[in-house]
């Protein structure tokens, strides 16, 4: 596929239990970003890879969220023990460019999955 | 804390009207400034992207104006169309060497009535 892609698209969960979403990124590009988007807010940062390294996760709200890329491609985004505070939209984008590229800004342009629904009951 | 302020939250324009959409941002480290389009059920979508040492950028219909001083920067759609209904996002990050980790507005919903 020509864009990034996210399964599901959509999920229900009960409180506790855990879940696990996976992003397939533009095929190449090197970096890697998860965003969560509460309803009606604009998205927020949380964690970063280059390639299979998790370089920033400072925006991982607990740590019952975790990130994973292991060989640079395919990412999953688990949360265990999930909240009802966890219902959001997670969005994945992926970019050409990594940390130290110094590329024209348009190579860092960041392209966004259609993200996953996660509702909390 | 809120990095990246946007405002209205929403906005009616008729057809043909123009939309304006104002951002400020507090971070002099951000040297990049994207705005986004999301329609219900997709993720974001780039429109167009300002650097700091532009004043205005243009694209078909759609102008960012850039006050670095003021810190500000808005969005003017010319010639609204019912098309042009989704949500808008302002957008920071710093770019050049960074990894590009941005920081959004609250998103502005646009309405145009035909």
């Known amino acids: 596929g020509a864009g990034v892609s996210q399964s599901p698209r959509y999920k229900v969960a009960k409180r506790g239990q855990d879940v696990a979403l996976r992003c397939d990124p533009i095929s190449g590009h090197v970096s890697l970003f998860w965003y969560q988007q509460a309803l009606g807010q604009g998205p927020e940062f949380l964690t970063y890879f280059q390639n299979e390294a998790q370089l920033d996760k400072s925006g991982l709200p607990s740590d019952r969220f975790f990130a994973e890329r292991p060989e640079g491609s395919v990412s999953t985004l688990k949360i265990q023990r999930t909240q009802q505070e966890d219902s959001a939209v997670y969005l994945c984008?992926?970019?050409?460019?990594?940390?130290?590229?110094?590329?024209?800004?348009?190579?860092?342009?960041?392209?966004f999955g259609p993200g996953t629904r996660l509702t909390v009951l | 804390q809120q990095q990246v302020k946007q405002s209205p939250q929403s906005l009616i324009v008729q057809k043909g009207g123009i939309s304006i959409i104002n951002c400020a941002y507090e971070?002099?480290?951000?040297?990049?400034f994207p705005w986004y389009q999301q329609f219900p059920g997709k993720g974001p979508a780039l429109l167009i992207a300002i650097r700091p040492d532009v004043s205005e950028k243009k694209e078909g219909r759609f102008t960012i104006s850039f006050n670095k001083s003021a810190k500000q920067f808005s969005l003017h759609i010319m010639d609204s169309q019912p098309g042009d209904s989704a949500t808008y996002f302002c957008a920071a990050y710093p770019g050049g060497t960074s990894y590009g980790k941005l920081t959004f507005g609250q998103g502005t919903i646009l309405t145009v009535h035909p």
């Open positions: 984008a992926s970019s050409f460019s990594g940390r130290g590229h110094p590329l024209p800004y348009h190579y860092n342009e960041q392209f």
């Open positions: 971070n002099t480290a951000f040297d990049y």
